[in-house]
């Protein structure tokens, strides 16, 4: 089959011809319909983050496409049934498995990081219950959902009981995952939505998908704007994680507010007693569940959430990634196959 692979980081991508894998008992082989190009990978790609077991390597965890194959013992998927692929696998046996974060698990071995991903033409997910049904949905356009959009779902739960009528959530990074955060408190929460990004196309969409303010961080007053009356945000989200951004997110969060790291940006927060406001929290959020996963499908599937995707083939993906890096990409790009 086709991958397109990681050689040596800091390098393009190449596309190979790589062995179409074998689905094992318990194991589903996917027919990849999309799988999403996201910043981490970046990331990834570039050596900043020196996750890969080894090169070449398959990256690509945000999947989506058909049941081609199952392995001995799986029962109920036919094949061509359209499936969004759960990208967090875990052992499956620790607690933290059990209790349904199986994203958080040490063994590490998501798919597109600890195993190979779905830039190819299949994927070998390893068991079928990181497999959830497809609404009617198109594998490609569904398939940032899994991470772009799952990811903030995530991050939104952790603070959703501070969003109240009155309160103010502010979104920084209206990419990929941004672009679906802000609906995610739009949908789930009476918060009022202050958006802050660098890029003009990124805030003017952040103003069409339901943001009160949407600002600039290099010239606007974004203080002034958040704390109406004095008080801070009820949760910050940080979708670039930058130095800079974190910076501003401890500015902004007000009293028992919450600041909810996402990206990978390498930044630091100084977090102390008499340097934050009163009973405020700092937390990493770390992708999702498969029950959230099925939550954000649901919500996709009533037609309430905005598919800002674009779809491309997998000969593009060095364009693709030269265009995400540079911040030109509005929403999700996914390759295709
Ligand atoms: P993206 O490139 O699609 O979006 C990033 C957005 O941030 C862009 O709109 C860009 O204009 C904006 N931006 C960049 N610098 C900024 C700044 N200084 N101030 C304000 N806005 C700025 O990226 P993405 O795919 O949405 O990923 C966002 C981050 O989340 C990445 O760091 C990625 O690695 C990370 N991520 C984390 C998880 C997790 O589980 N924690 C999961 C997926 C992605
Ligand atoms: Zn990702
Ligand atoms: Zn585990």
Redesign the pocket.
């Known amino acids: 089959m086709r991958a397109a692979q990681l050689v040596g980081y800091g390098e393009p991508l190449q596309i190979r011809e790589v062995p179409r894998p074998e689905p094992g008992p318990g194991q589903v082989l996917i027919r990849v319909g999309g799988s999403g190009?996201?910043?981490?990978?970046?990331?990834i790609l570039s050596g900043e983050?020196r996750l890969l077991p080894e090169l070449p390597w398959t990256l690509g965890h945000e999947n989506a496409g058909w049941v081609e194959e199952c392995g001995s013992g799986v029962s109920g998927l036919d094949r061509g049934t359209p499936v969004a692929v759960f990208g967090g696998w875990g052992c499956g046996r620790c607690r933290v498995c059990l209790s349904g974060q199986e994203?958080l698990c040490n063994t590490m071995t998501w798919g597109g990081i600890g195993s190979p991903g779905g830039y190819a033409e299949f994927l070998l997910v390893p068991a079928a219950r990181h497999l959830v049904l497809l609404p009617d949905l198109e594998p490609a356009i569904a398939a940032p959902l899994t991470?772009?959009g799952l990811?903030p779902y995530?991050?939104v739960q952790h603070a959703l009981p501070r969003l109240v009528a009155g309160s103010t959530a502010v979104v920084?990074?209206?990419?990929?995952?941004?672009?679906f955060g802000l609906q995610f408190v739009r949908e789930l929460s009476a918060a009022r939505i202050v958006a802050?990004?660098?890029?003009p196309a990124?805030r003017a969409l952040a103003l069409e998908l339901g943001a009160a303010e949407s600002l600039d961080?290099a010239t606007d007053d974004i203080e002034a704007a958040v704390k109406r009356g004095g008080e801070g945000a009820a949760a910050v989200f940080d979708?670039?994680?930058?130095p800079?951004?974190l910076a501003?997110a401890q500015s902004l969060v007000g009293r028992q507010g919450m600041v909810v790291?996402?990206?990978?940006?390498g930044g630091s927060l100084p977090y102390s007693f008499m340097g934050m406001p009163g009973e405020s929290v700092v937390m990493?959020?770390?992708?999702?569940t498969r029950n959230e996963l099925e939550e954000v499908l649901s919500l996709a599937a009533t037609g309430r959430l905005s598919f800002h995707v674009e779809t491309h083939s997998l000969d593009d993906i060095n364009d693709v990634f030269d265009r995400?890096?540079h911040?030109q990409?509005l929403?999700?790009a996914v390759l295709v196959p």
Do not use: N, Y
Request: glycine share 20%; charged share 10%.
């Open positions: 190009a996201c910043h981490s990978d970046l990331h983050m994203q991470d772009a990811t995530h991050a920084i990074g209206l990419g990929g995952l941004g672009h802050v990004d660098t890029s990124k961080p979708f670039v994680g930058a800079s951004t501003l790291i996402v990206g990978l940006a990493g959020s770390t992708w999702g995400l890096e911040g990409i929403g999700r």
